[in-house]
């Protein structure tokens, strides 16, 4: 059985992007998958990375518990927002203190090369935007997919890694939004 994990990268609790989440989960739980949950937001942890790579910060339990999901799941699904750009600062504080050497990968010693240790783990980012997306991958080259995508999950070896855009949210109407929270629902279902 396919074991998924949905990480909910919004810091509000009333967002559209905690429907979506809650959304992807009832239709991936209804599919028969094997589904775990993380709120970024309700995790106790310090997103600062205080010493680089220098010095290891321990992690605090929740993060512990967080990579025990990230390791255990074939399929990482994240939900975020689009904020200037870029990830919001709790979910790249995040990435910041979890994602790390001899977690996430390797560097080889004497080489500029890594070792991917999240190979075989496949993901699906869901994120929303004040924009259109096609205006947000051409105007701005699409920054955030780009750095959770490319420079995090793809370096870590997980691929491939699907992009949904739900926008532009600003403005939007209550059915425009129920048709995407419907829209995660499905995905859901279908375990993407």
Same mark, same amino acid.
């Given at each position: 059985?396919?074991?998924?994990?949905?990480? &909910?990268?919004?810091?509000?609790?009333?967002?559209?992007?905690?429907?979506?989440?809650?959304?992807?989960?009832? @239709?991936?739980?209804?599919?028969?998958?094997?589904?775990?949950?993380?709120?970024? /937001?309700?995790?106790?942890?310090?997103?600062?990375?205080?010493?680089?790579?220098?010095?290891?910060?321990?992690?605090?339990?929740?993060?512990?518990?967080? #990579?025990?999901?990230?390791?255990?799941? &074939?399929?990482?699904? #994240?939900?975020?927002?689009?904020?200037? @750009?870029?990830?919001?600062?709790?979910? +790249?504080? $995040?990435?910041?203190?979890?994602?790390?050497?001899? $977690?996430?990968?390797?560097? +080889?010693?004497?080489?500029?090369?890594? &070792?991917?240790?999240? /190979?075989?783990?496949?993901?699906?980012?869901?994120?929303?935007?004040?924009?259109?997306?096609?205006?947000?991958?051409?105007?701005?080259?699409?920054?955030?997919?780009?750095?959770?995508?490319?420079?995090?999950?793809?370096?870590?070896?997980?691929?491939?890694? @699907?992009?949904?855009?739900?926008?532009?949210?600003?403005?939007?109407?209550?059915?425009?939004?129920?048709? #995407?929270?419907?829209?995660?629902?499905?995905?859901?279902?279908?375990?993407?």
């Amino acid at each position: 059985m396919k074991k998924i994990l949905v990480i &909910d990268g919004h810091p509000n609790a009333e967002s559209l992007n905690r429907g979506l989440a809650d959304a992807y989960v009832r @239709g991936a739980r209804n599919a028969g998958f094997d589904v775990q949950l993380i709120r970024i /937001a309700e995790l106790d942890f310090n997103p600062n990375l205080q010493h680089g790579f220098q010095k290891r910060t321990e992690l605090e339990p929740d993060l512990v518990s967080a #990579w025990e999901k990230i390791k255990r799941a &074939d399929h990482l699904v #994240w939900v975020h927002p689009v904020w200037w @750009g870029g990830l919001p600062a709790i979910t +790249k504080g $995040f990435i910041d203190r979890v994602f790390l050497p001899g $977690f996430a990968f390797k560097y +080889k010693e004497n080489s500029v090369w890594w &070792d991917k240790l999240l /190979a075989g783990k496949t993901a699906h980012i869901l994120t929303t935007l004040d924009q259109p997306g096609w205006y947000y991958r051409f105007a701005f080259g699409r920054p955030s997919v780009n750095q959770l995508r490319k420079s995090v999950l793809e370096f870590c070896g997980v691929k491939p890694v @699907g992009v949904t855009y739900i926008g532009p949210v600003r403005n939007s109407k209550e059915e425009q939004r129920k048709n #995407w929270v419907k829209q995660a629902e499905e995905m859901g279902r279908k375990g993407v």
